[in-house]
């Protein structure tokens, strides 16, 4: 079964104050790892797909990164306005058929950036 | 309309009562998705369709029905609500395209079972 746990649960950082957040990870051979940003109230958005180790994606002040066991979300130089939370997801390879697709999503990490 | 669309935004519905969450995507997606979203718990899935006239069962598909027409639509019915349904429910789709699963969400529907 794919397991998806995310680190910290909630994280205040100072606008302008750079950090991380963490994605560990457990799946029967990774497809792909997928981030997402909620704003309350909303539906995930989606920002980026991770397909193999050493592979990095950038976004404005996000850059995503992955190894075999789990992915990172660095922020650099916060605003306010990316406070949300950050879902993180796998996609496993798991038996073919119908469900094969299938996502496992982390409990996401609720991030607040402060003027 | 551009992407996907739910309705009703929210719902407070009586226990018992039976209830449909309409969910429409144009963009041709081929995949849809219906989870459930509750606090402490994340995002867990309900059902899925692959295609047009399938579905399968999710991780919590208990008390839950869907259906797949065509492509575009993917209502969601609960048949008897009972107040363990009170949840923030949404709906996404996905092209299946080199087996990778990019998804793409909805606004949401909020519901409150008494």
């Known amino acids: 079964e794919d397991q998806v746990t995310q680190s910290p649960e909630a994280l205040r950082l100072q606008e302008g104050e750079s950090s991380s957040l963490n994605c560990s990870y457990t799946?029967?051979?990774?497809?792909?790892l997928f981030w997402y940003r909620q704003d309350p109230g909303k539906g995930p958005e989606f920002l980026f797909t991770?397909?193999?180790a050493g592979e990095e994606k950038e976004k404005e002040r996000l850059k995503a990164t992955l190894t075999k066991k789990e992915s990172f979300l660095h922020i650099t130089a916060p605003k306010p306005e990316d406070s949300a939370t950050y879902l993180c997801a796998v996609q496993g390879r798991q038996d073919s058929g119908a469900g094969s697709y299938q996502l496992t999503f982390g409990k996401g990490t609720k991030l607040s950036v402060i003027p | 309309i551009a992407g996907i669309t739910q309705a009703p935004t929210s719902q407070i519905l009586a226990a018992g009562r039976r209830m449909t969450l309409r969910c429409t995507q144009d963009m041709r997606h081929n995949a849809m998705y219906w989870y459930r979203q509750d606090l402490g718990l994340g995002l867990r899935l309900i059902h899925y369709s692959n295609t047009a006239g399938t579905t399968g069962k999710g991780e919590v598909p208990d008390g839950y029905s869907v259906s797949r027409a065509n492509t575009d639509d993917f209502p969601l019915t609960l048949a008897s609500a009972v107040p363990s349904q009170t949840s923030v429910y949404f709906c996404?789709?996905?092209?299946?395209?080199?087996?990778?699963?990019?998804?793409?969400f909805g606004p949401g529907t909020r519901l409150t079972v008494l």
């Open positions: 996404a789709s996905s092209v299946l395209r080199s087996s990778l699963n990019e998804q793409f």
């Open positions: 991770l397909y193999s």
């Open positions: 799946v029967s051979g990774l497809r792909g």
